[in-house]
């Protein structure tokens, strides 16, 4: 089974930039691919980035060109570096895996932009 931990959320001012880390443990060699969703308030759970085994990213329309996803070298850890951020941007963030077994959540971490 594969666990997975979100950190590096906080509060920020537009413009900042923010990184978080999807730490994931277990049988990692299960995982096909890792995603990052968001869920503002009022707002329905979205999909943000999806990276897939073979390395191809694919973006929301809402952050592309400001967020990149990378994976840590030892290939458990996955980052999302966030630039320029809005107060849209404002959410909790998950990290989730699709795996052998199925899709799992992390807990999600608190993002907030705000002046």
């Known amino acids: 089974q594969v666990q997975l931990v979100e950190s590096g959320g906080g509060l920020v001012q537009p413009g900042e930039s923010l990184r978080l880390s999807c730490a994931a443990s277990?049988?990692?060699?299960?995982?096909?691919?890792m995603y990052w969703y968001r869920q503002g308030p009022g707002k329905e759970r979205e999909l943000v980035a999806v990276i897939n085994s073979r390395g191809t990213t694919t973006w929301a329309d809402s952050v592309k060109g400001r967020f990149t996803m990378s994976v840590g070298t030892a290939k458990n850890t996955v980052y999302l570096q966030m630039n320029s951020l809005k107060p849209e941007d404002t959410a909790i963030y998950y990290c989730?895996?699709?795996?052998?077994?199925?899709?799992?959540w992390g807990q999600g971490t608190q993002v907030t932009v705000s002046s």
């Open positions: 277990g049988s990692i060699s299960s995982v096909n691919a």
């Open positions: 989730a895996a699709n795996t052998a077994t199925g899709f799992l």
